[in-house]
């Protein structure tokens, strides 16, 4: 089993930035896949960006360039830079790793707002 950990939510104004981190805990379990997911007021949950375990990235279009993922694999965590935030990156960013053998684990979720 394993345990995820998010932090670094809140608001913030139109064109900052904030800084999540997503720690994974348990025992016997490697990580191969890290990504974060929004879920925006009133629609499905979306993946944002993804890292693999070779440190290949992939984002969504619409953060491309903007958003940055990274993971300290010593740690077991991953994080996720968002710099010029827009009013439609609200919503809650939630992690979700997938170990070796197919098992996926999601966090609780940190909400983002931001004020345009």
């Known amino acids: 089993q394993v345990q995820l950990v998010e932090s670094g939510g809140g608001l913030v104004q139109a064109g900052g930035s904030l800084r999540l981190a997503c720690a994974a805990s348990?025992?016997?379990?490697?990580?191969?896949?890290m990504a974060w997911y929004h879920q925006a007021p009133g629609k499905q949950r979306e993946l944002v960006a993804a890292?693999?375990?070779?440190?290949?990235?992939t984002y969504a279009d619409s953060v491309k360039g903007r958003f940055a993922i990274s993971r300290d694999n010593a740690k077991n965590t991953v994080y996720l830079q968002m710099n010029s935030l827009k009013p439609e990156d609200t919503g809650v960013y939630s992690c979700?790793?997938?170990?070796?053998?197919?098992?996926?684990?999601w966090g609780q979720g940190t909400q983002v707002t931001v004020s345009s």
């Open positions: 348990g025992s016997n379990f490697r990580i191969n896949i």
């Open positions: 979700k790793v997938i170990v070796t053998g197919g098992d996926e684990y």
């Open positions: 890292i693999f375990t070779s440190g290949t990235t």
